[in-house]
Each structure stands twice: as structure tokens, then as C-alpha cells.
């Protein structure tokens, strides 16, 4: 028997969604998340949606510092 990828309906089924829930502080599966706007996301694994304030932390001092370059101020 040949192998073969699965359709896309049945890929969607394979990989699980994850959500950050602002309520209660956890990571959450798609099918048992919060409401919207109780939630972050979506994530493709848990330890994503568990990290992201690390992302954001990094992304913002990043942007933080090349803004400072921009203007000169670059003392910090």
C-alpha cells in the first residue's frame, strides 16, 4: 500500500490548537478553551501558548532598543 499524506480535513484533526486563557492562567486546547475574550491566541503546541509572554517580553525590549538607536538615545 502506498503511503500518503492525509487530506486536510483529517491534518486539522492531527494537530491540536492551543490557547492562552487570561482567566484562569493556562494553556488550553481549542475545544476546551475559553470564551475570545478570555483568551491569546491560537498556538501550535502547548509550550507555545505557555511561553508567550516570553515572546512578547523579547519582541517589545528588541523594538525598545532600536528605537533608542533611531533617535540616538542609546545611553540604557
Not at 492562567?25 to 509572554?53: F, I, N, V
Request: proline share 7%.
Amino acid at each position: 500500500m502506498e503511503d500518503r499524506e492525509p487530506p486536510i480535513s483529517e491534518r486539522r484533526t492531527m494537530t491540536q490548537t492551543w490557547y492562552w486563557c487570561l482567566k484562569h492562567g493556562r494553556a488550553e486546547t481549542a475545544d476546551a478553551a475559553c470564551p475570545p475574550d478570555d483568551r491569546l491566541g491560537p498556538y501550535e503546541s502547548q509550550d507555545a501558548a505557555e511561553h508567550w509572554k516570553d515572546r512578547v517580553d523579547a519582541r517589545n525590549e528588541t523594538w525598545e532598543a532600536e528605537d533608542r538607536a533611531w533617535t540616538g538615545d542609546d545611553e540604557r
